[in-house]
């Protein structure tokens, strides 16, 4: 079991703790809600990989994409997280940071949970 937890973090100081499975982000009935009209309903995915202990992240073909430290990805490829990345899902930003503890609890985001 991994001693690091994975937490996006919006620009207005919230923090979502991502769980070690796969999550989707959107505006509606997703793990991870953004309320933004910029983010498509089913926008894009965050895949947790037990075999490197890595989360990754993929667009699923929305209009406005998903950047990864400014950068837009390819629609359907996944991209490796790496610490202190800066995520935009259409134009909401949220900066990846590591944070230290085990993770035996259930995971927060996995309840819906609203984007700032």
Known sequence: MSLTSWFLVSSGGTRHRLP???I????????????????????AVINYEPSSDEHKVKDLGSLNGTFVNDVRIQEQMYITLKIDDKLR?????LSGTWSGGLSTAPSPASSKKQGG
Request: with cysteine; glycine share 8%.
């Open 89 to 93: 899902f259409g134009y909401d930003i």
């Open 20 to 22: 070690r499975e796969m």
């Open 24 to 43: 989707f982000v959107g505006r509606d009935d997703c793990e991870l809600m953004l309320q933004s009209r910029s983010v498509d309903k089913q926008h």
